[in-house]
């Protein structure tokens, strides 16, 4: 063996690493290598002294790296109700009612995320998110992180974000958008698994049969966050009840969903009713380009 191969292998022989048959060979060339020999002295001589470097860490270093890296959580209280509010440093991950028992929550969150979660304090910042996101407001900058959902569950849930605050879109829209037209019944499963409701509002979706639907927090708190963001809820319900899918107006012949804000402009006088898309087209109208009642062009 030559100095230089030996060099390579120095550490490894002095910590018991290296396999029998070249820890045979280097034992070999150093007992003939009087410079080689030095050097692993001198190797030995550095973790030594490497080892008397080693201090306790500072008492709260565990609680330091969990603030920073570690997944808590903490309840807001609202004037719609307390929540339990998940967090990590990327944003708010999960929240659920505070009936619920912390001890199901912290199992949800592990069972969903395959991480533990712990009780902590919630950063302002992110107590304004959610206070505001309740209230009716759109808060400007809303951190989440939703990192290990399935990519179609991201997509969807991302899309919510398209839906204009005070208006709704059924279950289909969404489908649709997403590309999938056919799994309505997948973008149902999606929203009531949402993991930060009220943050991704899955409250202004609604059945394509019309009214309000169901939501994870019950339809009477869905109905109450769509009428603070401005949603005509008692006229859904009357459209619902007349089987009003569609309204369009008779002085541009555009067809819109029912709470779209071109929609809300239309006079009583020149407001039409659809009960589907094939009526509306058989009319002559075109569906409106905010609001895309129908699949875009190709």
């Known amino acids: 063996m030559r100095c230089e191969s030996a060099a390579r292998w120095l550490d490894a022989f002095r910590t018991g690493e290296l396999k029998s048959v070249k ?31 080693r201090v306790c860490a500072p008492g709260r270093i565990l ?8 997944d808590h959580y903490a309840t807001v209280a609202t004037d719609l109700g307390t929540y339990r509010v ?3 440093a990327r944003g708010i991950t ?17 069972r969903r995320f395959g991480r533990a979660v712990h009780r902590s304090e919630l950063p302002e910042r992110l107590v304004r998110v959610v206070k505001e996101a309740v209230s009716g407001l759109s808060p400007a900058r809303i951190p989440m992180d939703l990192t290990g959902l399935p990519a ?13 605050q005070g208006e709704v879109r059924p279950y289909l829209w969404l489908a649709r958008e997403a590309g999938r037209p056919k799994a309505v019944r997948a973008v149902g499963n999606v ?6 409701p009220f943050l991704l509002p899955c409250h202004r979706v609604v059945p394509a049969s019309g009214g309000i639907g169901n939501y994870a927090f019950g339809s009477r708190l869905k109905r109450e966050l769509l009428r603070r963001e401005g949603v005509p809820v008692e006229e859904l319900d009357e459209f619902a009840r007349r089987h009003v899918r569609y309204v369009g107006s ?49």
Do not use: W
Not at 28 to 47: F, N, Q
């Open 23 to 53: 820890r045979k060979s280097l034992a070999a060339h150093l007992e003939r290598c009087p410079a080689c020999a030095r050097e692993l002295a001198g190797i030995e001589s550095l973790a030594g002294s490497v080892l008397g470097l």
């Open 63 to 70: 609680e330091r790296v969990l603030e920073v890296a570690g």
């Open 86 to 88: 998940a967090f990590n």
């Open 94 to 110: 999960l929240v659920r009612s505070s009936a619920e028992k912390a001890a199901a929550f912290e199992s949800e969150y592990r």
């Open 152 to 164: 179609f569950e991201r997509e969807i849930l991302m899309l919510l974000r398209q839906i204009p």
């Open 191 to 196: 929203m009531a698994r949402n993991p930060v």
């Open 250 to 298: 008779a002085s541009t012949n555009i067809y819109c969903f029912p709470t779209c804000r071109d929609a809300r402009r239309i006079s009583t006088r020149n407001r039409v009713s659809f009960s589907s898309v094939k009526e509306a087209v058989s009319a002559g109208y075109r569906p409106c380009r905010r609001c895309q009642p129908e699949a875009r062009a190709s």
